[in-house]
């Protein structure tokens, strides 16, 4: 005859009042109610396996209800008749649902960005991606365990980008996404990724180039509109450095004194896609300008502060704003200026692509495979800068020799 089981009653339970001792309210079939000294309430079954008596940890009242109790001893009951351990089982259970979440897209994605993606990139770049994944990946396939994301699901994640029109973001995100299974490969999270899987599935990104004024006829045009700029000081002095040294318009904007050397003629920092440290010889039309824009701005950390407060740099619009005031809307932006000095230096002046890309802050690198330092060169960029600047000077005022050709390229190699 089989014991009687489902003895209590939600009243009961709900109504139990604590004792001076912790008591058990049986229900039978191995589970009861107990119920401590401070009013605590947790459901409890008794059981034996392997000829062990033994407990199994259910709940607490009232997360867990009567109702849900008795469905959980019924499971374990189950579990018994197979063989199985309860309590074993629901350990195993536990530290399996603990390995999915640490399993899960964003939480490999998050140990993928600060072990490894921070100190490959510069923070700006690391920010950037960081902000892409999530706002474009974590709320749709965050949650999921990596082995789980089926390369449709993330297809479905990536064309959700794709229909706000950000075809670029998509194909970054997709990259991205690529980086952190790769990762999830090596920490044995993973057996592959699928990211290979949507090759041509997505639409494909037509790069925007920035506008930029290569000819040198429509050059002189631009150099005497900025000659003329009616603009703030720090505005028109940032105007006439950006053709003179065709840093990218970040770098200038933020330029510090405490990198600048009038001195020495240099301008030293850490180059903003690489990171690494570039070394930028100044030519002498530089340094005039800034030395007159010291005495206006050399008690202030930034070259260029802000207008409203010194503290910050220059807004990233205020170059582009006077290019378009000055009536090259379309035709001219602050990137601009680094296409105008690449093409024109190689075109016209016949200098080495490797010097000009070295001055660019590119990742060059020598006939070996290594990586070129910021001093490589150095001379060398030095008189081309000062030729550049020389160039400039002569489009600017009409002189007869605009057009300087070097004769011998390979003997400046």
């Known amino acids: 005859m089989s014991r009687q089981t489902n003895k209590l009653s939600a009243t009961a339970v709900r109504m139990a009042k604590p004792r001076a001792k912790a008591f058990k309210m049986a229900d039978g079939g191995g589970l009861y109610l107990e119920v401590s000294t401070s009013g605590s309430k947790y459901w409890r079954m008794k059981y034996r396996h392997a000829g062990k008596e033994k407990r ?29 351990d309860p309590s074993t089982a629901k350990r195993i259970a536990r530290q399996q649902g603990e390995q999915d979440a640490a399993n899960t897209f964003m939480a490999v994605a998050a140990e993928w960005l600060e072990k490894v993606h921070q100190h490959d990139v510069v923070p700006a770049h690391y920010q950037r991606n960081k902000r892409r994944l999530e706002r474009d990946a ?132 850490n180059a903003s896609k690489t990171g690494q440290a570039h070394v930028v010889p100044l030519p002498s039309q530089a340094v005039g300008i800034l030395r007159d824009l010291y005495g206006l701005t050399g008690r202030a950390e930034y070259v260029f502060p802000g207008i409203r407060s010194s503290k910050r740099p220059m807004s990233n619009n205020t170059i582009k704003a006077a290019l378009d005031r000055m009536g090259f809307k379309g035709e001219m932006t602050a990137h601009g200026f ?63 020799n605009v057009v300087p050709i070097r004769e011998n390229k390979a003997a400046i190699e």
């Open 338 to 400: 680094r296409a105008m000095a690449r093409t024109i230096l190689a075109e016209r002046l016949n200098y080495p692509e490797h010097y000009i890309e070295q001055q660019l802050a590119h990742a060059v690198k020598d006939s070996n495979g290594r990586a070129y330092n910021r001093t490589s060169h150095l001379e060398q960029r030095r008189e081309m800068l000062q030729s550049w600047a020389d160039y400039l000077d002569a489009l600017r005022t009409g002189a007869d």
């Open 56 to 84: 199994l940890a259910i709940g607490v009242y009232p997360d867990i209800s009567l109702v849900a109790a008795r469905e959980a001893r019924d499971a374990a009951k189950r579990q018994l008749a197979q063989g199985i």
């Open 138 to 269: 974590f709320p749709v396939i965050g949650k999921r365990p990596l082995s789980e994301i089926t390369p449709p699901e993330l297809l479905a994640c990536l064309r959700r980008i794709e229909e706000r029109g950000h075809i670029e973001t998509a194909h970054r995100v997709k990259t991205l996404c690529g980086q952190v299974f790769r990762y999830g490969i090596s920490t044995g999270r993973v057996e592959r990724d699928p990211t290979p899987d949507l090759r041509g599935a997505l639409r494909p990104h037509k790069a925007k180039h920035y506008a930029a004024v290569t000819d040198p006829k429509e050059v002189v045009g631009l150099l005497r509109a900025i000659e003329g700029y009616g603009g703030q000081p720090v505005t028109i002095a940032a105007l006439k450095l950006a053709p003179l040294v065709f840093t990218r318009p970040g770098e200038l904007r933020q330029a510090l004194w405490s990198d600048i050397d009038l001195e020495e003629a240099t301008w030293t920092f």
